[in-house]
């Protein structure tokens, strides 16, 4: 069965969730940007609490049979982006997340989730 862009994010928000990520925000997109339909925005007090947020995102999203297209910023886990397709995870680091503000920037958008 193939997911719907709401159920792979609501898979994200649900996996970030489980692993404890802090203030997690699901925007809608849509008639905002093109660039995706869903963008889930949360963080992680500690690099491997990112760590971790991110690898069960990948997991659940692997077990759906979704391909991720890409993971950058696992390294240094300050910042991770994860690219779904129309789905668009960003995982910071909390002192990343206050600095960048990215919801402040795509303001637009309608919050469809809070965590």
Not at 49 to 77: C, F, L, N, W, Y
Not at 86 to 96: L, Q, T
């Amino acid at each position: 069965m193939t997911l719907t862009n709401e159920q792979l994010m609501q898979t994200a928000v649900d996996a970030a969730n489980d692993k404890k990520a802090m203030n997690i925000v699901a925007l809608d997109l849509r008639g905002v940007s093109l660039v995706a339909d869903y963008f889930v925005i949360c963080h992680g007090n500690s690099d491997t609490q990112v760590q971790a947020i991110v690898t069960e995102i990948r997991k659940r999203a692997h077990d759906e049979g979704v391909t991720i297209k890409g993971i950058e910023g696992m390294d240094s886990a300050r910042w991770v982006l994860m690219d779904l397709g129309d789905v668009v995870v960003h995982v910071f680091h909390r002192d990343e997340r206050e600095y960048y503000n990215i919801e402040r920037l795509w303001s637009d958008a309608k919050v469809v989730e809070k965590v």
